[in-house]
């Protein structure tokens, strides 16, 4: 989910549309921000953005280093032409300083739907957090989960938020438990090995805001993501990843 491969270099699928209207901006209050704006990505505005975070080390698994602004901007420019994705962007209201960035994506014409079994309603999401500023906020990818969550969930037709992080990103996955994601299965994607992470509508509506509780158990030892890695590299070679072991 969160600084993995899942923007301009993810295969996908085939067909189908998501975006039919320009979404309205959300305006929310994030502890140890303030009020912070969630609005539609614009590739024409927000491509100085892209570019520099897409160019960092901790970017690499998107694909993008190496591109020039140019290509960053032509890149988003013909992703939302496709309509298969929701791209927003969400920025500190009183500084303007960008915050994350996410986009929503329907499963059915993912991917990803080759190792899950989709429901009607599941709407998948990435996020690309931005670099550490001179002033950390605190506990900011959990207020991104959370955040992305309210405005995932305002379309009426979602009704569970599914997502892929890596396996071996642990701090992400301590976030995501905070945030009320529960945990599926190991998935091997043929760019990486995944936990599938799911929440329900009625989950979301049910978490109170503010501050986040402490850390739940991440699954999976080390030993055991060891393991999984060891058999995704070995299914990859054998080009056998499609399958869930």
Known sequence: VARGRAGPGRPRGQGGGLMSAQPKPMRIELPGV???????????????????????DYA????????????????????????????AIALDERSGR??????????????????????????????LMGPPGQ???????????????????RDPTVSRLVGEPDIRNRK??????????EFGSVVHLPHKTALMIYMSRE???ALQDGMPPPNGPVP?????????????????????YERNW
């Not at 998107?62 to 032509?74: A, F, I, P, S």
């Not at 929503?104 to 429901?119: E, G, I, S």
């Not at 002033?135 to 969930?153: G, K, Q, S």
């Open 60 to 87: 690499r698994f998107w694909g993008m280093q190496g591109k020039t602004l140019e290509e960053v901007r032509d890149k988003y420019r013909g992703l939302l032409a496709e309509g298969r994705e929701e791209m």
């Open 34 to 56: 303030g009020p912070v704006q969630v609005r539609a990505l614009d590739p024409e505005t927000d491509a100085v953005t892209l570019h520099d975070w897409l160019s960092r």
């Open 98 to 127: 960008p915050l994350f960035i996410f986009m929503a994506y329907d499963p059915r014409h993912d991917l990803l739907q080759r190792f899950y079994t989709v429901k009607p309603g599941d709407r998948g999401f990435h996020v």
């Open 135 to 153: 002033d950390p906020v605190p506990a900011l990818t959990f207020h991104a989960f959370r955040t992305i969550a309210r405005w995932i969930f």
């Open 172 to 181: 992400v996955l301590a976030r995501l438990v905070q945030t009320g994601f």
């Open 220 to 240: 999976l030892s080390d030993r055991a993501v060891k393991l999984h890695m060891l058999v995704g590299r070995i299914g990859r070679k054998l080009g056998i």
């Open 203 to 205: 989950r979301h509506q």
